[in-house]
Every structure is written in structure tokens, then in C-alpha cells.
């Protein structure tokens, strides 16, 4: 049988300080490393949220689903029956009422029509309120009118176009302000 050899290291305080230090030392430069490099990142505070997708079917269903409502309150206001003696009595009231009926579906027509027309554009969301003031005032001074508003966490700027054509223009006017990256919501 072989003779086994154990090694002891013998640790006196001395060499248990020089340990700790040494792991002290490792620790704490590991860490400012990593803090200097964390700085030096550059990290984008700007997120995009996706648009909300609105197919074309879907949308003709909503127009039918307007058209029928319409259509249905129109049918409702011909087909009213006044007796003979509240006809005598209120015939100026009841022409009133059904001129104010058809006022409100000529109205409920032309909502729909400007629905269809309505655009907001989120031009950013930041993180930094004075980033978005400065993006803010620069809209301003370029003529486009904007609004900033907070969600969350996050200073979101709009602006909104009445049709089109002025989505169109509003779009060019923030290329030339080198502001490409826009999400356009189609208002209902």
C-alpha cells in the first residue's frame, strides 16, 4: 500500500487579509468596468407601436353595417302611423319632429363621411420629456401643428390631418424635418 501525502496550507490572518483584498480588488474593478461600458452605450429611447391594421373587407363591413343602421332609422320614421286626431292637433309638431329626424340621419351620413377622413399621426414617443419638448418646439416652429400628450411612461406627440391631402402634406413636411418614422391611426 502506497503512502498517502496530504498538503495543509496553513492560513494565518495575514494571508486570509491578502485574500479578501485580492477579491475585493477583482469585485470592484469588474464592476467599473462594467459601469463605463454601460455609459458608453448608446441606447434609443424611442419606441414605434405597431399601427392598428385595417383590412379593406372589414372596412366595407363597417360602411354596410352604418349603411343598414341608416337605412333602418329612415324606415322607422316613414312608417310611423299618427291617428287622424293627433294629426289635426300637432301636424305643425309632428312635420317639426320629422324634419328634426331626418336633420339627425343627414347629420349620422355626414359623420361617417368625415370619419372616414380623420387621421392622427404619432410622430414619436420618448421616454425624456425635455426630448420631446425639443422635437415638440421644432414641429411648432416648422408650421405643423402637434400635441404632446403622456401615456405611461412615455411623452407621445400627434398631430392630426382632416383628410388626405393633408396627411399627405403633414407627411412631407416632417421628411423635410428628417422625421421619417411615422404611425398613422385612421380615426372612426
Known amino acids: 500500500m502506497k503512502n498517502r501525502i496530504f498538503y495543509v496550507i496553513h492560513l494565518d490572518t495575514e494571508r486570509i487579509l491578502i485574500l479578501i483584498f485580492i477579491f475585493f480588488l477583482f469585485i470592484s474593478t469588474s464592476f467599473f468596468i462594467g459601469l463605463k461600458i454601460g455609459r458608453m452605450t448608446n441606447i434609443n429611447t424611442e419606441i414605434t407601436l405597431p399601427s392598428p391594421v385595417i383590412t379593406e373587407s372589414k372596412e366595407k363591413e363597417m360602411k354596410l353595417i352604418e349603411e ?42 355626414n359623420k361617417t363621411v368625415n370619419k372616414e377622413q380623420n387621421y392622427t399621426i404619432q410622430i414619436g414617443a420618448y421616454k425624456n420629456k425635455e426630448e ?10 416648422n408650421g405643423i401643428e402637434s400635441y404632446l400628450q403622456k401615456k405611461n411612461k412615455y411623452y407621445v406627440i400627434y398631430a392630426k390631418a382632416n383628410s388626405t391631402q393633408e396627411l ?21
Request: without cysteine; aromatic residues 2%; charged residues 40%.
Open 68 to 109: 343598414k343602421n341608416l337605412t333602418k332609422e329612415r324606415d322607422q320614421i316613414n312608417q310611423r302611423t299618427i291617428p287622424l286626431d293627433e294629426l289635426k292637433k300637432s301636424e305643425n309638431e309632428t312635420l317639426l319632429s320629422s324634419e328634426k329626424k331626418l336633420e339627425e340621419t343627414k347629420a349620422l351620413e
Open 132 to 141: 420631446a419638448n425639443l422635437v415638440f418646439s421644432k414641429l411648432k416652429k
Open 168 to 188: 399627405n402634406i403633414t407627411k412631407k413636411e416632417l421628411q423635410k424635418l428628417n422625421i421619417k418614422d411615422v404611425i398613422i391611426y385612421k380615426n372612426k
